[in-house]
C-alpha cells in the first residue's frame, strides 16, 4: 500500500518544480506542465471518487489515458514538426478507438486493455522518432543535458516496462486479484522512476536568453 | 499463492525489468554515440574552417603580392619612362632658337609628364606603403590620411596607445587596409565631417576602434555595403581576429575590430 501512496504522490514533486520554471520554459515545455497538473488532478480525483464511494475509479483511468496521450502528442508533434494531417489522424483516430472501448463490454468499468497498449506503440514510436531526430540532425553534443531527452528516456522506460501489463491486462486479471496486484507494483515502481526522470527533466529547463 | 501464479508474476516481473533494461541500455548508447558522432563532426567543422583560414589567408597573400608586383612595374617601368620623357622634353625645351608656339607646348608637355610621374608615385606608393614597413603602422595611417583631410575637408583624430610594440607585417598591412577601406566607405556613403580612431596595442593584441559622424545606415542594408564589409571581414578573419560594425541611420557608423598579436620567428621584417 504504502508503494501505492509514493506512485500517487510522486507526480507531485515535478509538477510544483513545473510551476517554479514556468517562466524559463518554452512552449513544448509548458504543454508538458500543463500534462502534469493534469494527471495530479485526475489521480488525486481518482483516489478521493474510490475513498468516498467505495467504487473502483477506473473511469478515471480512462481520462488520464485519454488526456496523457492528447497532450503527449502535441508535445511530440511541435518537436518533431509533425503534419497537421498525420496529428488529425492520429488525434481523431485514437479518440475514436478510445470511444468504442468505453461504449463496448464492460465500457468504463473494464480495465483498459488494447487502448493503453496502442497509446504505449503510439508513444514509443514518437520517443524513437525523436532519437532519430536527434541522431540525425547532430546538433545536441550532450543530449542528458536536454528536457526533450530525459522525457523521451522516461517515456521510453515507462512504456516499454508496462507493455506486457498493457497488452495482457485480462490475462493478469483472470489469473486472480493477487497476482493483478502483484504485478501492478511494477506499474507503480515504473510510474515513481517515470516521475524521478520527467524531475530531471524539469531541471534541465534553462533559463531563455531574450 | 499457488505455485502457478508465482510463476505467472516471476515470468511477468523479469520480462518487465529485462525490457526496462534493455530500454535503459539503448538510452544509454544513444548518449555515447550522440557524443561520439558530434564530437567527429565538430572536429570535422574545425578541419574546414582551418582550410578555410589557410585559402583565406592565401588569396589575401596573393593580393598583396600582386599589388607589390604591380607598384614595382609601375614605379620602375613605366615610372622611369616618364622620367627618361620628362628629361628628353626639358632638354627639347631648353634648346636654343624655338619659335613661342614650340615652347609654349613642350611646357605644357613637360607640366603633363610630371603630373603622371606623380600620379604613378602616389599609385604605386597607395598599392605597397613603404612607410608601413620602413616606419610602422601609425606612421603609416597617418601618411594616407593626409591627402583625405586636404581633398575631402575631413577632420581625423587619431589616438594611440603611448607604447606600440613591433607588429608583424602581415597584421600590419591587415589594419592598415581594414582602416583605408573604412576611410573610403566613410568618403563614398556616409559624408561625415569627422572620423574618430582609436588605435590600441597590448602585448597581446591590437584592436582599432572607428567612428565617423556621418549619415549611417540600418544595420539590416548591410547587403548594400556588402563587398567591402566582406573584405574587411575576411582580412580580420584570416588574422584570427575579430570585427564588429555598428550603425543606425542619422547616428554615425562604428566599426571595432581586434587582432591577436603573434609573433612569428620569421615576421618578413617588422614594423615599429
Known amino acids: ?210 | 499463492m499457488r505455485e502457478e501464479e508465482n510463476q505467472i508474476i516471476f515470468i511477468f516481473v523479469v520480462s518487465a525489468a529485462f525490457v526496462v533494461l534493455l530500454a535503459i541500455l539503448l538510452v544509454l548508447f544513444l548518449v555515447i554515440y550522440q557524443k561520439r558522432i558530434v564530437t567527429q563532426e565538430n572536429r570535422l567543422q574545425k578541419l574546414e574552417n582551418e582550410k578555410q583560414q589557410s585559402l583565406l589567408k592565401a588569396t589575401i597573400e596573393g593580393q598583396e603580392r600582386e599589388r607589390k608586383r604591380l607598384a614595382k612595374d609601375l614605379h620602375d617601368s613605366i615610372g622611369s619612362l616618364l622620367s627618361g620623357l620628362s628629361f628628353n622634353l626639358k632638354f627639347q625645351k631648353n634648346l636654343k632658337n624655338q619659335d613661342q608656339q614650340q615652347l609654349v607646348f613642350l611646357e605644357e608637355a613637360c607640366k603633363l609628364v610630371d603630373e603622371g610621374i606623380e600620379n604613378i608615385r602616389i599609385v604605386s606608393h597607395n598599392l605597397i606603403p613603404s612607410t608601413l614597413e620602413n616606419f610602422g603602422l601609425v606612421s603609416a595611417i597617418k601618411e594616407c590620411i593626409v591627402p583625405l583631410i586636404q581633398t575631402n575637408n575631413l577632420e581625423i583624430n587619431i589616438q594611440t596607445s603611448e607604447e606600440f610594440p613591433p607588429l608583424p607585417l602581415e597584421i600590419s598591412l591587415g589594419i592598415l587596409r581594414v582602416f583605408q577601406e573604412l576611410v573610403q566607405n566613410t568618403i563614398k556613403h556616409a559624408y561625415a565631417s569627422k572620423i574618430e580612431v582609436l588605435l590600441i596595442c597590448t602585448p597581446d593584441t591590437i584592436s582599432l576602434e572607428y567612428t565617423d559622424n556621418g549619415k549611417g545606415f540600418h544595420i539590416n542594408d548591410i547587403d548594400l555595403y556588402g563587398i567591402g564589409i566582406k573584405n574587411m571581414q575576411s582580412r580580420i578573419q584570416a588574422l584570427h581576429g575579430t570585427f564588429f560594425i555598428d550603425s543606425k541611420v542619422k547616428k554615425g557608423f562604428r566599426a571595432y575590430l581586434e587582432v591577436p598579436i603573434i609573433l612569428k620567428e620569421d615576421t618578413h621584417g617588422q614594423t615599429h
Open chain 1, 1 to 210: 500500500m504504502t508503494l501505492v501512496y509514493i506512485a500517487l504522490f510522486f507526480p507531485l514533486l515535478p509538477a510544483i518544480l513545473s510551476i517554479i520554471k514556468w517562466k524559463s520554459m518554452d512552449t513544448p515545455q509548458r504543454w508538458f506542465a500543463i500534462l502534469l497538473w493534469s494527471i495530479v488532478i485526475i489521480s488525486f480525483s481518482g483516489r478521493l471518487w474510490t475513498i468516498q464511494t467505495q467504487e473502483s475509479n477506473l473511469p478515471f483511468f480512462y481520462i488520464y489515458i485519454l488526456i496523457e496521450y492528447l497532450i503527449l502528442l502535441h508535445f511530440f508533434r511541435i518537436l518533431l514538426k509533425i503534419k497537421n494531417s498525420s496529428w488529425l489522424f492520429l488525434t481523431v483516430g485514437f479518440t475514436i478507438t478510445w470511444c468504442i472501448n468505453i461504449c463496448t463490454g464492460k465500457g468504463w468499468w473494464a480495465f483498459p486493455d488494447y487502448i493503453h497498449a496502442l497509446e504505449a506503440i503510439i508513444i514509443i514510436t514518437l520517443v524513437i522518432l525523436w532519437f532519430i531526430k536527434m541522431l540525425k540532425e547532430k546538433t545536441i553534443a550532450q543530449p542528458y543535458k536536454t528536457f526533450e531527452f530525459w522525457i523521451c528516456a522516461g517515456l521510453l522506460i515507462f512504456f516499454s516496462g508496462n507493455f506486457l501489463l498493457f497488452v495482457f491486462p485480462k490475462f493478469i486479471l483472470n489469473t486472480g486479484n493477487e497476482v493483478f496486484l502483484a504485478i501492478w507494483k511494477v506499474n507503480n515502481i515504473l510510474n515513481i522512476l517515470l516521475y524521478s526522470i520527467y524531475t530531471i527533466a524539469l531541471l534541465c529547463v534553462k533559463r531563455r536568453i531574450r
